[in-house]
């Protein structure tokens, strides 16, 4: 698997571990930490767009790539398109030409329903809902699924593209999605006042990076439906409830027995105003759903923040 030095995936190869796999770990630690890898797995460090990385997947004998190694950061994609399209998308396609040509069966991708779907369609989107991304990352997320199902359609690849809203939990980095969890953490840990753009009033669609990891789980092994757009084989992974922006600061304040002022600045603009993804589909064909509440994630997270400063 790609990235499991990093946040998400460091939990989805515990999990692995746990579930009996042997687990290859690639990663150029860039944002990851090498403790982060479990010891059981192997580690590579090495880069998605080396040639390494494509002959490792050419002769290592894998039957699933779980890839999760990405630019991951929106504004970053914004600044550096160039190198936002480098890693997400040449990156895949490396990683793809060697996993074809060494009889890989599955790639698991980890695909974002904060950013590829429109602001069009009713909340929670479907998986069938308008896609229209407004960064560079969006695009490259939903990019790599048309390079996903192409490789299907062509080299007879099975794929399943994970739209994953707000992660959050232990590990976690103030530069991904749910990175606001982390920042409000941090502050109040350091006695500071957290920091609300605009109203506050904004809303995400919180999920526990343990659930992650289990429908990651799901992916690796479930039955596939037929594939006539993308949105066949893509599965939302949320809770469908919808968090605004004070009610996750007084969550956190709540878990933390803290109590700092939460200040309000200027709104940032072109941010979304409302995001939550349906996760009925893979309630429905794997039985999947979301175990872990947003106190009790909550909690989990502030506590290994607290210890890992
Ligand atoms: N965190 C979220 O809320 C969220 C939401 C939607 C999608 N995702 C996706 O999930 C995946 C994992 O995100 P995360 O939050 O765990 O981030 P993360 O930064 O913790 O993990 C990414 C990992 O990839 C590695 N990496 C980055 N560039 C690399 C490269 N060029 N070659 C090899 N390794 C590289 C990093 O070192 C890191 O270990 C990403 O693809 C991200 O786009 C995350």
């Known amino acids: 698997m790609t990235g499991g030095a990093g946040f998400i995936a460091s939990h989805v190869a515990d999990l692995y571990i746990e579930d009996g796999w042997e687990v ?29 990385a494509r002959k ?13 190694a990405a630019q991951m950061d929106v504004r970053v994609s914004v600044t550096d398109p160039l190198f936002d399209e480098r890693v997400n998308i040449a990156g895949l396609i490396n990683l793809l030409e060697g996993a074809r040509r060494g009889g890989v069966r599955r790639v698991v991708f980890a695909s974002s329903g904060g ?16 896609k229209l991304p407004v960064s560079p990352y969006g695009v490259s997320k939903l990019a790599s699924e048309y390079y996903l199902a192409m490789y299907a359609q062509l080299h007879g690849l099975e794929v399943v593209p994970l739209r994953y809203a707000n992660v959050y939990g232990p590990r976690q980095n103030p530069h991904g999605e749910a990175g606001v969890v982390a ?3 941090s502050r109040i840990l350091r006695q500071e006042p957290l920091t609300v753009y605009g ?9 526990f990076v343990g659930d992650v990891a289990r429908a ?6 479930g039955p596939l439906g037929r594939l006539r757009s993308i949105d066949d084989v893509a599965f939302n992974v949320g809770t469908g409830v919808e968090t605004s922006v004070v009610e996750l600061a007084r969550t956190i304040l709540n878990a933390a027995g803290a109590n700092v002022p939460i200040e ?14 349906d996760p009925g589909k893979l309630e429905a064909q794997w039985s999947w759903r979301p175990e872990v ?14 210890t890992d400063q």
Do not use: M
């Not at 930490?33 to 040639?51: L, S």
């Open 115 to 130: 950013v590829v779907y429109g602001e069009g369609d009713a909340l929670p989107h479907r998986e069938k809902a308008l």
């Open 264 to 277: 309000h600045v200027d709104a940032r603009p072109g941010e979304l105003q409302r995001s939550a993804v």
């Open 293 to 306: 509440g947003l106190a009790e994630g909550l909690q989990r997270t502030y506590d290994w923040i607290a």
């Open 199 to 207: 109203d506050g009033t904004q809303t995400r669609d919180y999920v």
């Open 24 to 52: 290859t770990v690639l990663d150029d630690l860039s944002t990851g930490r090498r403790k982060n890898v479990p010891a059981a797995a192997e580690f590579v460090e090495c880069g998605v767009n080396d040639a390494r």
């Open 216 to 221: 990651n789980l799901a992916a690796t092994t």
């Open 56 to 68: 490792l997947l050419e002769e290592g004998g894998f039957t699933v790539l779980n890839h999760h």
């Open 183 to 185: 920042i409000f953490c």
